[in-house]
């Protein structure tokens, strides 16, 4: 996710979610996020005017993850050998082409979790089956955001996932009077709800956002605010609510 910068109070753009035509994705920019803000208090000054009570308030993990300070410099890190021999056999863009990145994955699972999700996804690339890596490693390596591509001040610094994302999910929509989930998303399609508030249906939030709203360049727009057609059933909240 791409970290935020000015507050502007407006949408940047809108962008319509695959749910035939009647929910909508509306971006918005925040003012740089950095340790030790307030991000449900950061949150709600952006989306003042924008969201309402039945709108769901999806913030980038990497927002929070910086709020929290789990961020490291990445001078800061000593890559071990395994981490240099791996990292040299991924793609030039992703995370753990950076051993850096890759390091993290190693000091929280352990050198032989790592060797043998290396192993596996060699074995699985020979039979055609791809992913196999991140599949055994999940959100070791998934939440992990490297320095490739991150925006100013921000550009040697790896990001961590975030603590707690339900309660700070919860926080968030307490502050804003509207419901809130803290989400990992990217432009492969692949969108995943790490914490949100009371009464949301997560599988349909990841759906909706399955078309990256957020951005993953320059777009510096890390909440997105869904949107559904007035009068209609909500599939983002559940039935009780």
């Known amino acids: 996710m791409p970290e935020a910068v000015l507050v502007t109070g407006r949408p940047s753009r809108e962008r319509r979610a695959p749910f035939a035509g009647s929910l909508v994705a509306v971006p918005v920019r925040t003012r740089l996020v950095d340790r030790g803000d307030d991000l449900a208090a ?6 003042n005017g924008i969201a309402r009570a039945s709108d769901v308030i999806c913030v980038s993990e990497t927002a929070l993850a910086l709020a929290q300070g789990r961020a490291i410099l990445a001078e800061t890190i000593r890559p071990s050998r395994l981490a240099y021999a791996l990292s040299r056999h991924a793609g030039a863009l992703a995370t753990v082409s950076q051993p850096e990145s890759l390091q993290l994955v190693i000091d929280q699972v352990g050198p032989w979790k790592v060797f043998y999700a290396a192993v596996a996804h060699a074995a699985g690339r020979a039979v055609g089956k791809r992913g196999v890596f991140y599949k055994i490693l999940g959100e070791a390596i ?25 309660g700070a999910a919860q926080a968030i929509a307490a502050r804003a009077s509207a419901h809130a989930a803290i989400v990992d998303v990217n432009d492969l399609g692949i969108a995943k709800v790490l914490g949100a508030s009371h009464g949301l249906v997560r599988a349909a939030i990841e759906r909706a956002l399955c078309t990256n709203p957020h951005g993953n360049a320059d777009e510096q727009t890390p909440i997105v605010v869904l949107k559904w057609r007035a009068g209609e059933t909500n599939p983002l909240l559940e039935a009780a609510t």
């Open 42 to 47: 950061v949150v709600a000054e952006a989306v």
């Open 142 to 166: 998934s939440v992990i955001d490297g320095y490739t591509g991150t925006l100013p001040p921000f550009e040697r610094t790896i990001v961590l996932g975030p603590d707690d994302p339900d």
